[in-house]
């Protein structure tokens, strides 16, 4: 079945960096766009960036475009998020998700806050 695992949260001040990392397994990860979400207290749960599986085109939601970038490692089967200039706006955790099919696949989240 499919699986995604997230690691690399974790507390950081204001202005540092993380790094995000979701292992797939369970499908052909190639094939498919993957995603980052993240849900803040008492908010919704947004996309903050998403790569597609062909040429690696990426989008990024307006608050964290230049700030953060997504790549993905097609022989590894992960994706990851690099973080910098980090905001007490960015505290949230983070979930890795990929739409298999008509199925949307969601990982257990990893924690980021940013904080002095």
């Known amino acids: 079945q499919v699986q995604l695992v997230e690691s690399g949260g974790g507390l950081v001040q204001p202005g540092g960096s993380l790094t995000l990392s979701c292992a797939a397994s369970?499908?052909?990860?190639?094939?498919?766009?993957m995603s980052w979400y993240r849900q803040a207290p008492g908010k919704e749960r947004e996309l903050v960036a998403r790569?597609?599986?062909?040429?690696?085109?990426?989008h990024y939601a307006a608050s964290v475009k230049g700030r953060f970038t997504i790549s993905r490692d097609n022989a590894k089967n992960t994706v990851d998020l690099q973080m910098n200039s980090l905001k007490p706006d960015d505290t949230a955790v983070y979930y890795c998700?990929?739409?298999?099919?008509?199925?949307?696949?969601w990982g257990q989240g990893t924690q980021v806050t940013v904080s002095s």
């Open positions: 998700y990929a739409l298999i099919g008509s199925i949307a696949s």
């Open positions: 369970g499908f052909t990860f190639s094939n498919y766009a």
């Open positions: 790569i597609w599986s062909t040429n690696s085109i990426t």
